[in-house]
């Protein structure tokens, strides 16, 4: 970590009391507060991964992670926005005019994205662009809408040099799209999720990125694995709100009585839960810095990012999200009655940490994949 970067760590509290105010308008309104978007755009939380010269920090994973993990101790949602929105990296994809067309005039870009697929048909100068891309968290605040979609020539997907489907990523104006209004949900709800639809808007060839060739920006942060710089944020992001529950629930058991007149705090198997909880939950976050700090320097040394590396990263991922769920599930069972009622910091933390780890990033499934690499077979899903 650089002295440039460093200070980078310190954004979650500076932005503390921000976000705690915003925290009651953030569940009633499913959305952040346009004023609180604007404190995290101006203070550059959301420039963490942009390259230096589009005014960005150009951060090392292993950075961005703390920061995003610090912001979901801090609110679920908010944590959660600050991952969607980090998607300035696309301007080490990019051609500088396409870059101009994004950052050439007016405030810094507020981007958001989704992880589905649409379709593209090449057109004169560009593509005609397709498709519902659900659960798109921050996209009533964003400026530009980074869509993956598959190329198409006829009904048929058209496949890289490499035999891969050819997906590109294409960056839309706001009002090239349409929100519907979807984000109606057990938690997670500010971070106002809703559907994007697309039809047939023409998108320049200079705002299309493609991932299967080297960056245009030669340098150690954008020449490994493009999709290791978006895919792990989720999983830092509940591994803060998880820290958060047991934070939480530590506070709650001192003052809650059993029956018997004694503190939760007092229960040996109270005790032993917060103990087996801290100590699951800082090993899973320092396997998940591990492996990001092992891509990290492979880009410094110029090495190549190899199956092993992402499937190293990959199993990090589904491990924090594993220990997330069960220290999330203790806590809400320690916290006993006082768990169920809104307004509860833990049942809230329950509700939002449970729903980011249904994101399909999160799904157990990986771990066979990640099996499969290490016996030196082909993983059934992959390891991005």
Known sequence: MTMR??????????LEAAIGAAAGDMEAGRDLPEHLVRELRDSGALRLLTPRELGGFEAPLETVLQVYEGFGRLDASAGWIVWNANWGFIGA?????????????GPEPVFAASSMVGTAVPCDGGYRLSGHWKLVSGINHADWFAAAAYIKDGDNVLLTDDGMLDVRFFMLRREQLSVKDTWHS????????????????VVPGDLVARVDVPARVQRPRYQGYIPSLVVPGCSAVVLGVARSAIEETTALVVSKRTMTGGTLAASAHTQTVIARSEAALQAA????LAAARDLDLAGENAAPVTLELRAALRAAMSHAAQTSRDVLTAMYELGSSASIYQGN???????????????????AAFFESVGRVRLGMAPTLPVF
């Open 93 to 105: 994809l990019l051609d500088e005019p396409g870059n101009a067309r994004i950052w050439g005039a």
């Open 285 to 288: 976050r320092l396997l998940l």
């Open 5 to 14: 970067t460093a200070h980078l760590l310190d954004l979650p509290a500076q």
């Open 345 to 363: 910091s833990v049942e809230r933390l329950f509700r939002d940490g449970m729903v980011a780890l249904q994101h399909h990033n999160h799904s």
């Open 186 to 201: 057990s938690g997670l709800r500010g971070s106002g999720s809703h559907s994007v639809m697309v039809e047939d808007a």
